[in-house]
């Protein structure tokens, strides 16, 4: 099993940027698909990016030109670099895990992801 930890959330205001940071430890010598989700206060959790086994990012529309996801597999890290941030960017922000054995296209319903870290708070004000 791996377990995820992340770090690098806080407070800033409209138009700052954070670097949010997932460090995995455990059995990182298996395969897995990584991804960033986000919850609010009242509302579901949502997929804010995802990275393939490959490399390939996607992202959802609301963050697109701001957000960028990238990991560093040799340091077992996973990054999500927040820039231009907005109030409704404000939730509290989780890295996943997918274990894969051939391919991950990183496309995969939130119940697929097997591992969760804990969350860092990120809050935007106006």
């Known amino acids: 099993q791996v377990q995820l930890l992340e770090s690098g959330g806080g407070s800033v205001q409209t138009g700052g940027s954070l670097r949010l940071s997932c460090a995995a430890s455990?059995?990182?010598?298996?395969?897995?698909?990584m991804a960033w989700f986000r919850q609010a206060p009242g509302k579901e959790r949502e997929e804010v990016a995802h990275?393939?086994?490959?490399?390939?990012?996607s992202y959802v529309d609301s963050v697109k030109g701001r957000f960028t996801i990238s990991q560093d597999n040799a340091k077992n890290t996973l990054w999500l670099q927040m820039r231009d941030l907005r109030p409704e960017d404000t939730a509290m922000y989780y890295c996943?895990?997918?274990?894969?054995?051939?391919?991950?296209?990183?496309?995969?319903?939130?119940?697929?992801?097997?591992?969760w870290g804990q969350g860092t708070q990120v809050t935007v004000s106006s």
């Open positions: 455990g059995a990182t010598t298996n395969h897995y698909c």
């Open positions: 996943a895990a997918h274990e894969f054995y051939d391919y991950c296209s990183g496309s995969l319903m939130e119940y697929e992801y097997g591992y």
């Open positions: 990275i393939s086994s490959d490399g390939v990012t």
